[in-house]
């Protein structure tokens, strides 16, 4: 929620709701009409290399994993004035085993176990 609240802002989906309803009787251009943009003789745009990382088939292919994805897919060209994430400090716990020596006595003559002497 705090990263939304202190994400840029941008109008364009009110603006566009707004204009919208301000204009009640404007209809979208037909298939038809469209179709003269949706040739395949405009140039394609080109797709950066790091587009291909572990999220897509391309990507796994390549064998792209998390160190690419952090160190090049996820790179930001408009990065917020927002304070960035700092992980918190991990604390080790150090787990106490309980180790028990079972001796020849405790488990029984034959190893099967038993109640302790």
């Not at 566009?16 to 404007?26: D, F, G, K, R, S």
């Not at 037909?30 to 943009?37: G, I, S, W």
């Not at 064998?63 to 918190?88: C, I, W, Y």
């Amino acid at each position: 929620m705090i990263i939304c609240c202190r994400a840029k802002k941008c109008r364009a989906a009110d603006e566009a709701t707004i204009w919208l309803n301000e204009h009640p009787t404007y209809v979208p251009p037909m298939l038809e009409e469209t179709a003269a943009l949706n040739t395949d003789d405009l140039p394609q745009p080109a797709i950066p290399d790091r587009v291909y990382d572990k999220h897509t088939t391309e990507g796994r292919k390549r064998g792209r994993g998390m160190d690419h994805f952090k160190q090049e897919a996820s790179q930001l060209n408009n990065k917020s004035e927002v304070v960035p994430f700092t992980p918190p400090k991990v604390r080790t716990r150090v787990r106490r085993h309980a180790v028990r020596h079972f001796s020849a006595d405790f488990c029984g003559a034959d190893g099967a176990g038993g109640e302790p002497p």
